[in-house]
Nanobody, 122 residues
Framework: QVQLVESGGGLVRPGGSLTLSCTVSGRTSGQSFMAWFRQAPGKEREWIAATFWNIATTYATNSVRGRFTISKDNAKNTLYLQMNMLKSDDTAVYYC???????????????WGQGTQVTVSS
């Protein structure tokens, strides 16, 4: 079975940085697409960044582009999200997800991690 486990969340001050990790096990060859989502209380789950295991291209939504960087270590089966210049609006539960093709929609992803809380506050 596929298992995704996020880690690295925590409390950080505005302007600070944090790096999230997502370790993946049991991924099928067809599940080549990985994405980060976040969800704040009372809001829809939001796609924020994505990449492929086998392609270097990265994608990011406008609200985080230039501040967040998605990367991966294929040998470690680990996906990362480096977050810089954090704002209070970045406060949310962050999830990693695996899918079979490029998408920004929650429904198109097959497997999800449990989420890790990121709180940006002074």
């Amino acid at each position: 079975q596929v298992q995704l486990v996020e880690s690295g969340g925590g409390l950080v001050r505005p302007g600070g940085s944090l790096t999230l990790s997502c370790t993946v096990s049991g991924r099928t060859s067809g599940q080549s697409f990985m994405a980060w989502f976040r969800q704040a209380p009372g809001k829809e789950r939001e796609w924020i960044a994505a990449t492929f295991w086998n392609i270097a291209t990265t994608y990011a939504t406008n609200s985080v582009r230039g501040r967040f960087t998605i990367s991966k270590d294929n040998a470690k089966n680990t996906l990362y999200l480096q977050m810089n210049m954090l704002k209070s609006d970045d406060t949310a539960v962050y999830y990693c997800a695996a899918g079979r093709y490029y998408s920004t929609y929650v429904q198109d992803f097959d497997d999800w991690g449990q989420g890790t809380q990121v709180t940006v506050s002074s």
